[in-house]
Structures are given as C-alpha cells and as structure tokens.
C-alpha cells in the first residue's frame, strides 16, 4: 500500500509565496513521475508540475518561471516553490505519483489535496 503526505497549503497574499510537499511511502520500488496538478472550482484538473525518473521536469504554461518543482529521492518527496502568487493560483492542488512496486506498475496514484489560496 503506498501513501501520499501532502502539506504546505494555506493562505497567502499576491505576490506572496508558498511551498508544497509530497512524501511518498510504502511499497514502492521505482518512482516514474511524480508532480502537481490542480482544481479550481467549476474548472478541470490541470497539470501544474511533474518531474521524471531522469530528473527533468515540465511545468505547466501558467506556473513557468514562478514554480519550481524539486525532489528528494531518498525521501520519495517532491517540493514545489511557488513564487510571485496570483489570484489564479488558487484552487487545490493534488499530488501526482506514477510508480511500481513489487506487484507491478501504477499510475494517477493521487494525495486527498491541499487548498492553496490567494488572496488580499
């Protein structure tokens, strides 16, 4: 059984920053990818941040240049620095894990969320 700890959500002001933390445990042998996405109200689930196996990572359009998305890989924990926050920033953000353990292969394995807002 894998767990996903999510934490670092709160409110903060624009122009404010925040960090996010995902740790994963339990059975995992190998991480794929491991990110973000994110759910404001009434709209879809996007792609904030992901970051592979190799080390490289793919931001979303919105977040290039203001989130930076880093890892621990002893730790199977992912961070993610969010800089120069914008109202549209708030939604909730879901921790992504894509791995396999010694039973096979998972994907879209997904934390319970933390709610990140923005605003004055």
């Known amino acids: 059984q894998v767990q996903l700890v999510e934490s670092g959500g709160g409110l903060v002001q624009p122009g404010g920053s925040l960090t996010l933390s995902c740790a994963a445990s339990?059975?995992?042998?190998?991480?794929?990818?491991m990110g973000w996405y994110r759910q404001a109200p009434g709209k879809q689930r996007d792609l904030v941040a992901t970051?592979?196996?190799?080390?490289?990572?793919y931001y979303g359009d919105s977040v290039k240049g203001r989130f930076t998305l880093s890892r621990d890989s002893a730790k199977n924990t992912v961070y993610l620095q969010m800089n120069n926050l914008k109202p549209e920033d708030t939604a909730v953000y879901y921790c992504?894990?894509?791995?396999?353990?010694?039973?096979?292969?998972?994907?879209?394995?997904w934390g319970q969320g933390t709610q990140v807002t923005v605003s004055s």
């Open positions: 339990g059975n995992i042998f190998s991480i794929n990818f």
């Open positions: 992504n894990l894509d791995y396999c353990s010694d039973r096979g292969c998972y994907d879209d394995y």
């Open positions: 970051i592979y196996s190799s080390g490289s990572t």
